[in-house]
T-cell receptor, first 112, second 113 residues
């Protein structure tokens, strides 16, 4: 019930392409869904986040799509760049400000 | 504005020893959460502190303990270290107990031999 399942485990995209990472959850009490970007040897950096009353949120090249009925959400990276190569984690939280529950991560590689 | 800082960067300990990791929260943030990230995995919640009180705990044994100080900095203590404790330990701070945005520090890489 508290799991967040993320796919794919790894992703290779050509420069300029669209990267898509998907997550699914079971607990309908989750009310905040962030995405984090992590480079090797660094801590996760908050990228973009969404609440379930919104179906889409866009910030620059990053877009979250949210499907409340399907309990799924996804990250789209438009015009992917080699500098986007990193591990991406989806996460969920409930009980306002409580613990973040992370997906397993997706290692993205953008080829020039 | 100063971000979340952690010390030390790397640490090597022997099984059975004790370790203390430190975190300074982002300016203005009064809530600190600790996470353990094993290699190739997502971070796992250890516990959270709000205004010096523990405010939630994950599925970690009592040998994992913490403190938060009046300036909102925090410590994570691990006793009787085991090989499986080898991981990246992350600290995250947020503006308050009811605020969801958590900002992570660079982490402390702990190796237990």
């Amino acid at each position: 019930q508290q799991q967040v399942k993320q796919s794919p485990q790894s992703l290779i995209v050509q420069k300029g392409g669209i990267s898509i990472i998907n997550c699914a959850y079971e607990n309908t009490a989750f009310d905040y869904f962030p995405w984090y970007q992590q480079f090797p040897g660094k801590g996760p950096a908050l990228l973009i986040a969404i609440r379930p009353d919104v179906s889409e949120k866009k910030e620059g090249r990053f877009t979250i799509s949210f499907n409340k009925s399907a309990k799924q959400f996804s990250l789209h990276i438009m015009d992917s760049q080699p500098g986007d190569s990193a591990t991406y984690f989806c996460a969920a939280i409930y009980n306002q400000g409580g613990k973040l529950i992370f997906g397993q991560g997706t290692e993205l590689s953008v080829k020039p | 504005e100063t971000g979340v800082t952690q010390s030390p960067t790397h640490l090597i300990k022997t099984r059975g020893q004790q370790v203390t990791l430190r975190c300074s929260s982002q300016s203005g943030h009064n809530t600190v959460s600790w996470y353990q990230q094993a290699l190739g995995q997502g971070p796992q919640f250890i516990f959270q502190y709000y205004r010096e009180e523990e405010n939630g705990r994950g599925n970690f044994p009592p040998r994992f303990s913490g403190l938060q100080f009046p300036n909102y900095s925090s410590e994570l203590n691990v006793n009787a270290l085991e090989l499986d404790d080898s991981a990246l330990y992350l600290c995250a701070s947020s503006l308050g107990r009811g605020r969801d945005e958590q900002y992570f520090g660079p982490g402390t890489r702990l190796t237990v031999t």
